[in-house]
């Protein structure tokens, strides 16, 4: 069992930076691929940002450049840099990743709690 707590969020001020973390803990083999999704009230979950083993990364069209995903393997930790931003990044962010389970020989994706990004004026 992995459980993954999200921290870092908070409300800012357009165009004003935040920086989230997500800490993995439990029986944790490895993870391969560590995101960032984000939901407003209502709408779908959407990917914001995801990170693979190996490094490569994928954003949502409306964060590149702005935004920055990072992880820290030894520590098990996952980041989201987010900077420039505007209400519309307004959403609870949440932390996903896929643990690779011996016993499944399989990933299983995990999903924290999320935390709540308010960008206002």
């Known amino acids: 069992q992995v459980q993954l707590v999200e921290s870092g969020g908070g409300s800012v001020q357009p165009g004003g930076s935040l920086r989230l973390s997500c800490a993995a803990s439990?029986?944790?083999?490895?993870?391969?691929?560590m995101g960032w999704y984000r939901q407003v009230s209502g709408k779908e979950r959407d990917m914001v940002a995801v990170?693979?083993?190996?490094?490569?990364?994928k954003y949502a069209d409306s964060v590149k450049g702005r935004f920055t995903i990072s992880r820290d393997n030894a520590k098990n930790m996952v980041y989201l840099e987010m900077n420039s931003l505007k209400p519309e990044d307004t959403a609870v962010y949440y932390c996903?990743?896929?643990?690779?389970?011996?016993?499944?020989?399989?990933?299983?994706?995990?999903w924290g709690k999320g935390t709540l990004v308010t960008v206002s004026s």
């Open positions: 996903k990743v896929d643990h690779y389970s011996g016993i499944d020989l399989a990933y299983i994706p995990y």
């Open positions: 990170i693979t083993l190996e490094g490569n990364t």
């Open positions: 439990g029986r944790i083999n490895y993870f391969s691929t």
